[in-house]
Nanobody, 125 residues
Framework: QVQLVESGGGLVQAGGSLRLSCTAS????????MGWFRQAPGKEREFVAT????????YYADSVKGRFAASRDNAKNTVYLQMNSLKPEDTAVYYC??????????????????WGPGTQVTVSS
């Protein structure tokens, strides 16, 4: 079992920045990759970013590429999502996700076995 807790969400004006954190506990030795997803009201959960634990290789959704950056602190079992140049369309609940082994589709929620409860990010115009 892996437990995930996100933090760092909040209200920010357009153009501002936030940094989300997600700390894992439990069987963290099995981490293959960690991902960030988001879900806006009335929409499906969508992929934002992912980072492979062994070599910090990252992938991003086109909508956030160049604005968001994922990183991790192995010693703290924590993954971060630095979000810059935020836009109102970035408003959503952001979820951290954990994958214990490789799956073909890193951008699919089905590839992750554990999820955090989410943290709200609201960007005002």
């Amino acid at each position: 079992q892996v437990q995930l807790v996100e933090s760092g969400g909040g209200l920010v004006q357009a153009g501002g920045s936030l940094r989300l954190s997600c700390t894992a506990s439990g069987r963290t030795g099995s981490t293959y990759r960690m991902g960030w997803f988001r879900q806006a009201p009335g929409k499906e959960r969508e992929f934002v970013a992912t980072i492979r634990w062994s070599d910090t290789n990252t992938y991003y959704a086109d909508s956030v590429k160049g604005r968001f950056a994922a990183s991790r602190d192995n010693a703290k079992n924590t993954v971060y999502l630095q979000m810059n140049s935020l836009k109102p369309e970035d408003t959503a609940v952001y979820y951290c996700a954990h994958a214990s082994f490789p799956r073909p589709l890193y951008n699919s929620p089905a590839s992750y076995g554990y999820w955090g409860p989410g943290t709200q990010v609201t960007v005002s115009s």
